[in-house]
């Protein structure tokens, strides 16, 4: 799914997409001034970029990014540290009691590899992290991955494949895959 078109660039869609991106990196600017003891003014800003109120049981800490906002699902328990990203235009779907650490990016969208397609299309797919799963310092979820119950990904981990269930995941090492 993370290699399949998403969304066509230039598309009526497209533009639509991009209308609210101007308007929730707005709203975002406005949430990560706010004196952090503020709780009325962040649940208020927050309830606007995510298109409905906050569960009381979720806790996010500023700074906070996203670009869209509305397909950003946030279960009971939650936890965000600071300094996160969600690029949630495919979806980004948290579990209960996960717990984000500081600096961690969620991607959903991203471009083909393919020169002549690159800036026509945008591609990506859901994330989707189930109950109790610890997402360290710094890592990165990329566009399709789901990551399994009880799961711990490990600080700094790029996460391009699916996670099982109840297992720890590292590592960041680049390879080539591909000439052209």
Same mark, same amino acid.
């Given at each position: ?12 869609? &497209? ?9 929730? =990196? ?9 004196? &952090?003891?503020?709780e009325? #003014? ?8 995510? #298109? ?5 049981? *979720? =806790?996010i800490?500023?700074?906070?990014? =996203? ?7 946030l279960?009971?328990?939650? &936890? ?5 990203t ?5 979806g980004i779907?948290?579990?209960?009691r996960?717990m ?5 990016t &969620?991607? =959903? *969208? ?9 800036r ?12 109790n799963? /610890?997402?360290?310092?710094g890592?990165?979820?990329?566009p399709?991955?789901?990551? #399994? ?30 000439? /052209?």
């Amino acid at each position: 799914m993370a290699s399949e078109p998403l969304l066509r660039i230039h598309s009526p869609e &497209f533009t639509a997409m991009s209308e609210r991106v101007l308007r929730v =990196t707005a709203l975002t600017s406005r949430l990560n001034v706010l004196p &952090f003891d503020d709780e009325a #003014g962040r649940a208020e800003l927050l309830a606007q970029i995510l #298109g409905r109120p906050l569960p009381p049981s *979720v =806790t996010i800490y500023p700074p906070f990014f =996203t670009d869209h906002g509305l397909h950003l699902e946030l279960a009971e328990r939650v &936890f965000i540290n600071q300094n996160c990203t969600f690029l949630d235009y495919a979806g980004i779907r948290l579990g209960p009691r996960v717990m984000v650490a500081p600096q961690v990016t &969620f991607i =959903t *969208v991203g471009h083909p590899v393919d020169t002549a397609d690159r800036r026509l299309w945008l591609t990506g797919g859901p994330i989707d992290v189930a109950e109790n799963v /610890w997402i360290g310092a710094g890592a990165t979820i990329l566009p399709g991955v789901t990551i #399994g119950r009880d799961a711990v990904i490990a600080a700094g981990a790029i996460v391009a494949d699916d996670v099982p269930p109840a297992t720890l995941v590292t590592g960041v090492k680049a390879t080539v895959r591909r000439r /052209w």
